[in-house]
């Protein structure tokens, strides 16, 4: 699938959920701030990559594939949590991306500080849609809309002993 | 206090935009890449540089990066959670936060005793 901009999901989110979000957002970073206070920049850096907005995310997107199923009058409770699971996994895949974010940041801080925010946010850029492209890239060959497709050859069935 | 107090504004800000691109992007796998966007360290990065400075802004970055794999470990236990369980969103996210608590420190702990 061609990545695309949905513009109805916006008209889906309640103002509430936005507000979720922002005093989500803001108590971890507040919080990531006190703890480094505490207990150092070692262990209040672990909290830079706390999965903060992720709680939210995953439970509206839930909620709203649910919604979307139930105004049809059939039970979206399974086609929630499948949506919730793709989410979860499009952030396993942006995981690696966070850590190149942190690493070139890492790199370059103690040069020149905009150059290593600006670096940061590219090779975060770069990474994460590499590998969801990548990962793509594999399922498109190797999955089984493939075989289909014929770009690849179905399987053999195996044969039953007698 | 003041400088708690910015820190809310300014993560909550940056915490929202990101979330924004989430909502605006599909398909569903791509736009969960922005659960793992660096918004909390962009936010505390940027007034760290600028109250303590680059030392200790790269002294935290380097164990952000202990973080993001914690979370890469966290995020895949949501997922198989909630593929394999019938467990709702908002359990398996808050219930895995342990799991994610646990990695980092204790990938903290072996990288830096």
């Known amino acids: 699938m061609i990545i695309g901009l949905r513009f109805s999901s916006l008209r889906q989110t309640h103002w509430s959920e936005y507000l979720l979000r922002f005093g989500l957002g803001g108590f971890v970073t507040a919080a990531a701030g006190a703890i480094a206070a505490a207990w150092g920049p070692l262990t209040g850096g ?19 594939e649910r919604r979307r199923k ?14 919730a699971a793709l989410e979860a ?6 995981s690696p991306a966070l850590a190149a974010f942190a690493l070139t940041f890492l790199g370059l801080a ?5 150059l290593a925010f600006v670096s940061g946010i590219f090779a975060w850029v770069v990474i994460a849609v590499g590998v969801w ?30 | 206090m003041q400088d708690y107090l910015i820190r809310f504004v300014v993560g909550g800000a940056i915490v929202s935009v990101f979330a924004l691109f989430g909502d605006l992007f599909k398909p569903k796998s791509f736009a969960g890449l922005f659960g793992a966007a660096p918004s909390v360290g962009m936010a505390t990065l940027s007034l760290t540089l600028w109250t303590k400075g680059a030392h200790y802004a790269a002294a935290e970055t380097s164990s952000m990066v202990l973080g993001a794999v914690a979370m890469g470990i966290y995020s895949f236990a949501v997922c198989q959670l909630l593929k394999r369980s019938k467990l709702h969103a908002l ?23």
């Open chain 2, 91 to 113: 359990s398996a996210a808050t219930g895995a936060l342990f799991l994610w608590c646990c990695v980092a420190f204790a990938m903290k702990w072996i990288e830096f005793g």
């Open chain 1, 70 to 83: 139930e105004r049809l009058r059939l039970a979206g409770d399974r086609r929630g949590r499948d949506a």
């Open chain 1, 89 to 94: 996994y499009g952030t396993v895949l942006g």
């Open chain 1, 110 to 114: 103690e040069r020149n500080a905009a």
């Open chain 1, 46 to 64: 672990l909290f830079l990559a706390f999965p903060a907005i992720f709680c939210a995310s995953v439970t509206l997107v839930e909620k709203h």
């Open chain 1, 133 to 162: 492209w990548f990962r793509k890239s594999l399922f498109w060959l190797f999955g089984p809309c493939a075989v289909a497709r014929g770009v690849r050859a179905r399987p053999a069935a195996k044969r039953r002993s007698l």
